[in-house]
């Protein structure tokens, strides 16, 4: 079975700074892994996703990920924060050979001005 | 534009009844999904189709019902035997082959009265 704990129900940050929203997953074999944000009382659209190739990926709005198999990780990040990038965060994974997805709980980012 | 539609955007229940939120889709996508999202606990596999005809149950099926009769609609029935059907309801579709991530549907709240 696969799982994602993402660390961090809540993370604050200052406009300009640096995003970092973690992810870990745990998975039998080799994964794809995704990133979703989701505003209010909407569904989710998805940021970028890792399937093979470079493990550096790179997604809309400013955001990549970086996928770490020695780490079991998959951490977002954005250089610099916007206010409009306050939002719930989702990581979800799935095997390969699997169709479903599993999602951890969710980060909420918080912008201050 | 293709997309998801998920209707109605809010829904009220008494406790007893029956329910059925709609999902439909242009997407030409094989795989339609149902997930139900509650604060704090990320998004929880309710049922999944892969093709028309067929289902399967996810995580927490107990208390749901769904049919695939069309590819483009995927309607899900909330039943009074679930004890506590006060969430967000998120309806998703892919293309069948692995890593192609999810679009989703705007959602729709059901709230039990």
């Known amino acids: 079975a696969q799982s994602v704990t993402q660390l961090g129900s809540h993370v604050s940050v200052s406009e300009g700074a640096l995003v970092l929203l973690r992810c870990n997953y745990s998975?039998?074999?080799?994964?794809?892994l995704f990133w979703y944000v989701q505003y209010p009382n909407q569904g989710l659209q998805l940021l970028l996703k890792?399937?093979?190739?470079?493990?550096l990926v790179k997604g809309i709005n400013g955001f990549e990920a970086e996928f770490k198999k020695s780490e079991t990780s998959f951490h977002l990040t954005k250089p610099s924060a916007h206010m409009s990038d306050a939002a719930e965060y989702f990581c979800?994974?799935?095997?390969?050979?699997?169709?479903?997805?599993?999602f951890g709980k969710g980060t909420m980012l918080l912008v201050s001005p | 534009d293709g997309g998801i539609t998920q209707s109605p955007k809010y829904l009220f229940r008494k406790e007893g009844q029956n329910v059925t939120l709609s999902c439909e889709q242009n997407?030409?996508?094989?795989?339609m999904y149902w997930y139900r999202q509650d604060p704090g606990q990320g998004l929880r596999l309710i049922y999944y189709?892969?093709?028309?005809?067929?289902?399967q149950k996810g995580d927490i099926a107990e208390g749901y019902s769904v049919s695939r009769e069309k590819k483009e609609s995927f309607p899900l029935t909330v039943t009074s035997a679930q004890k506590n059907p006060t969430a967000f309801y998120l309806c998703?579709?892919?293309?069948?082959?692995?890593?192609?991530?999810?679009?989703f549907g705007s959602g729709t709240r059901l709230t039990v009265v």
């Open positions: 998703a579709s892919s293309i069948t082959g692995e890593g192609s991530g999810y679009t």
């Open positions: 998975s039998s074999v080799p994964p794809y």
């Open positions: 890792y399937t093979t190739g470079a493990t």
């Open positions: 979800a994974v799935t095997p390969r050979g699997y169709s479903t997805l599993t």
């Open positions: 997407l030409n996508h094989d795989a």
């Open positions: 189709s892969q093709i028309v005809n067929d289902f």
